[in-house]
């Protein structure tokens, strides 16, 4: 099913995040000994068969057959939003299929036979590979090489992993720590674990930490509910992006619910995705199951043992829509229902159709469902509309992300949020953009950087606390957002993503070349799916919905390309006369371009020292540095000098020391000797070494007077005096 979905003729190569697993049949080489090739290629084809369809039932793309092992992908050509976690299902359902293949295989082969499996995630470039008419899209990346070097490592029956691909799938599955391996043909250690199981709660909203917000779409609920319960049949298709808290929600409800008097109190059918190695989630079977066994307990329960409600639990097995509806109509001749279908991301497009004939034949019924998922389109427009459903309300409940006020309260919750630095937790919530899922996730993944660490009874804040990487999680969440786009959005996203944080319509309609009524049509389509937002309608200025979607969008380029994007805006932004030099540095930096990029970039930097925006100069012009050439003595010599005051400024006079002294050594002319050498001595002056300060001051003087420079004289004089007159 998923291997329909291979990239088209021509499709561009793009970087990827992906899980990548290998399966090796364990000891195979050696039955090829003694066994007829054509035995082999029977039992290969049998195992292949039965391994392929877990893979496949976890969305896995069987990506190769290499002789007796299999290269499964997760995350392409299709990303989910969970693509770590579906390697690890697949791979401990390939281990249960095997030990369910034992007798066989004893039987055939008078012995039994074990795979081993090694799964790395991490970024890999996609696209077509090969020679000529053999041309294949595959992944290449170090992901690939991991995975298959952990499963030589791998005992057999067991799934081994890499720590970056453990951390995908951490909530939902327990791993045992393996240890420091080495890897054939390299030369770093990695840290490898093995996949134990899930957790028995896996898949739930964790409700350690009290609701924030979500009191408007709470009591929308209520109130669909009690026009249900009065008989008008509704239909909630609550949605929203991963982690945005649908599961939250709907689990506070069920708490209303229960906490319902006894007589009033609904039959409540819930199901969800619950993580069950080798039954992949299908979420219209569960609902029909589950309303088999309400129906029972209700009907049982009302008047002792009752056949005909078993017999038709029996028949629900069946999938019969019209079963399901008639169980619907015993219950609600007692009690009203509500039908709670959640994880519905995971249904198929026949699903869809089953589930809204099911609904429509509750019609009139006190039923409230809830079907609950991450895609926009939960169930097919066309078939509600079709299916006449006149007598049912069908309610969109879409869940915002949170506000920044509820994101702060959420975020106060965490345990260590008294160590954040505010300026961590300011940047670390502009970064979650109100998803609470990310922003969890987020102070999360500072603590597994160890950013923060425990310290006795609380948290603290450990060093360098600009290394907020993009935790990987999240990264996915946001990649399968991107996959949901067609392929003219995305490209339209990433040329967004190349020119800035935000911009206006007027703008991209010039960058892009195109009109600004299409402009329009992809911003609307880009809001709608939730990763841009509209934030000035006089100036018609959109931008990204985070941080975090435009780094995430922007990693998805190859290198080449972006180069080749930055080089296309800069060069518009330039001839349109209006942008500032600071962005055109950006782009020409990003593009590569020395000649253009060094003249901007330092005139930018030139202009923030002076505003005493010393952070934004020293960034701007570290950018800078490794672009210049041994040979362009005159541009070198500016910019050691702008960084070396950036950086004394920002208190780095160590490094910012070095950069003076390597401009004073490239310099011959007195002038500039002087100038420098009182820089120089400036800086010693910061660090507290009056000696050396002094020492360099009177250098300067006598450089400066031999070229007649009166003015910075009396300038290195001032200097020198404010030395003195200091306590
Ligand atoms: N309003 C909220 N208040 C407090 N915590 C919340 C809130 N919303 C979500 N969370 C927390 O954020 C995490 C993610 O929420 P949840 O599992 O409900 O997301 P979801 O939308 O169901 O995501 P998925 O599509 O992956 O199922 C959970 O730990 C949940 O407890
Ligand atoms: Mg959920």
């Not at 949605?239 to 039959?267: C, N, Y």
């Not at 619907?328 to 004939?357: F, Y």
């Not at 425990?454 to 946001?478: C, F, K, T, Y």
């Not at 070349?513 to 309608?537: C, F, Y």
Request: net charge negative.
């Amino acid at each position: 099913m998923s291997n329909e979905a291979a990239p088209e003729g021509g499709a561009l190569a793009e970087l990827r995040h992906v899980a990548v697993l290998f399966a090796d049949l364990q000891g195979f080489t050696h039955l090829c000994e003694r066994l007829d090739p054509e035995e082999v290629v029977e039992i290969l084809d049998a195992l292949y068969d039965r391994l392929g369809a877990e893979a496949e039932r976890y969305g896995g793309y069987i990506d190769k057959v290499l002789g007796d092992g299999l290269m499964v992908l997760f995350g392409a050509p299709q990303a989910h939003e969970d693509d770590g976690l579906r390697a690890v299902m697949a791979g401990l359902a390939m281990q249960k299929a095997m030990d369910e293949l034992q007798p066989w295989i004893r039987e055939k082969l008078g012995q039994s036979l074990g795979i081993r499996i090694g799964i790395d995630a991490g970024p890999v470039v996609y696209g077509k590979v090969g020679p000529g008419s053999r041309v294949q899209p595959t992944v290449i990346g170090d992901a690939a090489n991991v995975a298959a070097r952990l499963q030589r490592i791998a005992a057999p029956g067991q799934v081994v992993i890499s720590d970056r691909g453990r951390r995908l799938a951490a909530r939902q599955i327990q791993f045992r720590k393996i240890g420091l391996v080495q890897l054939q043909g390299r030369n770093a250690e990695v840290v490898a674990y093995a996949a134990v199981a899930p957790f028995a709660s896996a898949g739930g909203a964790a409700q350690s930490t009290p609701l924030v917000g979500r009191s408007d779409e709470l009591k929308r609920l209520m109130t669909v509910y009690t026009m249900a319960v009065s008989g008008k049949t509704g239909l909630v298709l609550l949605t929203g992006e991963a982690g945005i808290g649908k599961t939250r929600l709907l689990s506070e409800f069920l708490g209303i619910l229960q906490a319902m008097d006894a007589k009033q109190r609904p039959v409540v059918v819930h199901v969800r995705n619950r993580w069950d190695v080798g039954n992949v989630y299908r979420p219209y079977d569960s609902m029909v199951g589950a309303i088999g066994a309400r129906a029972r307990q209700v009907l049982e329960g009302a008047n002792g043992d009752a056949p005909p409600a078993g017999l038709k639990a029996r028949a629900l097995l069946f999938g019969g829509t019209k079963t399901a509806a008639s169980m619907l109509r015993d219950i609600c001749e007692r009690l009203p229902a509500v039908i709670i279908v959640d994880d519905w991301q995971w249904a198929t497009n026949e699903d869809g159709e089953r589930i809204v004939q099911v609904i429509r034949e509750a019609a009139g019924l006190p039923v409230l469902f809830v079907i609950s998922g991450r895609r926009a389109d939960l169930v097919p427009q066309a078939s509600i509309a079709e299916a006449g459903i006149r007598d049912i309300t069908v309610h969109r409940l879409r869940l915002a992300p949170l506000g920044r006020n509820d994101s702060w309260l959420l975020l106060q919750q965490h345990p260590a949020f008294s160590a954040l630095p505010l300026d961590v937790a300011e940047s670390l919530l502009d970064r979650a953009g109100g998803n609470p899922a990310h922003v969890l996730e987020c102070i999360d993944s500072l603590i597994d950087q160890g950013l923060l660490a425990p310290s006795g009874d609380g948290w603290r804040a450990v060093q360098d606390r600009g290394a907020l990487l993009v935790p990987e999680m999240l990264r996915n969440d946001i990649l399968s957002h991107l996959d949901s786009l067609g392929p003219s959005e995305r490209d339209f996203l990433r040329l967004c993503a190349v020119i800035s944080l935000q911009f206006s319509v007027a703008m991209l309609a010039k960058v892009m070349a195109i009109a600004e009524a299409e402009v329009r049509s992809h911003l609307g389509a880009l809001v709608e799916a939730g990763l841009l937002v509209a934030m000035d309608a006089s100036t018609e200025t959109y931008a990204f919905r985070s941080g975090l979607v435009r780094e995430v969008t922007y990693d998805t380029m190859l290198k080449r390309h972006r180069r080749q994007l930055h080089l296309r805006v800069g060069e518009i932004l330039e001839a349109s006369g209006e942008a500032d030099s600071a962005d055109l540095v950006v782009h020409f930096v990003r593009a590569g371009v020395a000649e253009k990029a060094v003249p901007y970039g330092l005139a930018a930097g030139e202009t923030l020292l002076q505003q005493g925006d010393h952070d934004r100069a020293l960034a701007l012009l570290s950018e800078l540095e490794p672009l210049l050439s041994e040979g362009d003595t005159e541009h070198s010599v500016v910019l050691l000098e702008r960084l070396g005051e950036a950086l004394v400024c920002s208190g780095n006079c160590a490094a910012g020391l070095d950069r003076l002294l390597r401009a004073l050594s490239l310099v011959r002319d007195p002038a500039s000797r002087g100038r420098l050498m009182a820089q120089v001595g400036w800086a010693y002056a910061i660090q507290g070494r009056a000696e050396m300060a002094v020492k360099h001051y009177q250098r300067a003087q006598e450089a400066l007077s031999g070229a007649g420079e009166l003015q910075q004289q009396m300038l290195v004089a001032a200097s020198m005096r404010w030395l003195y007159d200091r306590p």
